[in-house]
């Protein structure tokens, strides 16, 4: 078992699984969804919340060893009646988010699930790489 220290575990997962996200600043109405990655023996689980988005507004695609999540949440626009918004503070917009899962990942690898705004995706660990030394002789 390896021990890693508490300070540079946050270091450690961004190195497992980095991230290439837009700010939210660079791209009016998009936003990228809050996720947890839990380590478990068989592999990976990435859990993002997705609220108020509908299944089928959900794309996930992996290319080139990224897999990115993007999904769409509509702005309600329900006319109100009686009384108006005090406070907006619901998004709507476009979720987008990547992960480097690695080159020897493919889409067959990953399973889905999404139920009440949480996707949850079941990844497997990376192949350990075996270094070998093979000695070259000189003739």
Do not use: C
């Not at 699984?17 to 990435?46: K, R």
């Amino acid at each position: 078992m390896h021990l890693i220290p508490h300070d540079s575990f946050s270091n450690w997962i961004e190195n497992l699984f980095p991230t290439f996200n837009v700010q939210p600043s660079e791209m009016a109405g998009f936003f990228a969804p809050q996720v947890d990655i839990e380590e478990h023996e068989g592999g990976y689980q990435l859990i993002a919340d997705l609220p108020g988005v509908k299944k089928e507004d959900i794309s996930i695609t992996l290319e080139d060893g990224i897999l990115t999540l993007r999904a769409e949440r509509a702005e309600e626009t329900k006319q109100k009646k009686l009384g108006k918004v005090i406070r907006h503070e619901r998004r709507s917009g476009s979720y987008a988010r990547s992960f480097s899962v690695g080159a020897d990942v493919t889409e067959k690898d990953i399973q889905a699930t999404f139920k009440d705004g949480v996707l949850k995706l079941n990844l497997p660990k990376p192949k350990e790489v075996v270094s070998s030394s093979h000695r070259i002789p000189v003739h």
